[in-house]
């Protein structure tokens, strides 16, 4: 039998988080997918985690694990397909590590994924970004931490994590405009400038931050870097408040992929259509198949 344990630790810790540069949300989200994997699988096989083997890891407990997901965790199929990505991942690394499992990788990885509709993202409309840009109180501390949040993601169309995760030495003013450089999924970096209402804004929040032990720009009210769920909580509770001056909002689950969203709708908008391509050639005249006379 083939200890777990050690394939795991060298999956998350070399794999994920140096061959793939992974960001520390992806190396948590797949931690967390392999701690109720091998929960499930020590209380179906009365084994303690550190001593389940390699071999127990077959076509039909994988089966077993997606089942209990959806019908005793109640998890979607996308959860459940996200989750059976994490398996279908790690076996494709043990495969190049252990030759006598090639056959179990090769069946486990054959597991299909769960048909899902596709479902439609919203994005918000101008009357609903005003009011929403609009709710934070303006004359109070977090009023203007809130607004310069809920601006930089519906300008730069930022991921949460990368919105939290943003420094203050990645901000750079460069006279009326703001460049913010971003590093998203995988260490990838990318460079933003944005316009006068942005930097001001952020100007506005960096004028009342004051000093912090933490280099991340946003901060929680307790001086502390700000998190993914402290920001979905700061968005929904602006987003009710908008409700009075938008009724329209109602209608909408506004999340910050919503946001994400909306900025590649208005950047779709406001790209101009490419013309249709024209020949500047004159064209030749056909070569006549008659010879000239001498």
């Known amino acids: 039998m083939t200890p777990i344990a050690p394939h795991i630790t060298a999956y998350l810790q070399q794999r994920l988080a140096v061959d793939l540069r992974a960001s520390p949300h992806t190396c948590d989200t797949y931690a967390y997918a392999f701690q109720i ?62 030759p006598s499992a090639l056959d179990q990788v090769r069946r486990v990885r054959a597991i299909p994924a769960q048909k899902t509709d596709r479902r439609l993202v919203r994005h918000l409309t101008a009357d609903e970004q005003r009011a929403l840009l609009n709710a934070p109180e303006p004359t109070t501390r977090l009023g203007i931490r809130d607004r310069a949040m809920l601006l930089l993601a519906l300008t730069a169309g930022l991921r949460v994590s990368e919105l939290v995760g943003l420094r203050t030495d990645h901000v750079a003013f460069n006279g009326r405009y703001v460049d913010v450089g971003v590093r998203g999924k995988g260490r990838r970096e990318r460079a933003l400038t944005l316009w006068k209402t942005v930097a001001d804004a952020i100007r506005a929040w960096l004028a009342v931050r004051g000093e912090a032990p933490t280099p991340e720009l946003f901060l929680n009210a307790w001086g502390r870097h700000m998190t993914r769920s402290g920001f979905e909580r700061v968005l929904a509770k602006h987003v009710a408040a908008a409700v009075a001056h ?40 056909p070569r006549s198949s008659r010879r000239s006379p001498r």
Not at 85 to 93: E, H
Not at 248 to 274: G, M, N
Request: charged residues 25%; proline residues 8%.
């Open 37 to 98: 994997l091998f929960e499930f699988m020590s209380r179906k096989l009365g084994v303690a985690p550190a001593d389940l083997s390699l071999e127990q890891l077959d076509v039909p407990l994988v089966l077993e694990f997606l089942d209990h997901l959806q019908k005793e965790r109640h998890n979607s199929a996308r959860t459940r397909n996200a989750r059976l990505a994490v398996i279908r991942s790690f076996m494709r690394f043990v495969e190049h590590r252990i």
């Open 246 to 285: 938008c009724p329209s909002l109602l209608q909408k689950r506004v999340s910050p992929h919503v946001l994400r969203h909306t900025c590649a709708l208005i950047t779709l908008q406001a790209t101009p259509a490419p013309r249709p391509l024209t020949s500047t050639c004159r064209p030749t005249r």
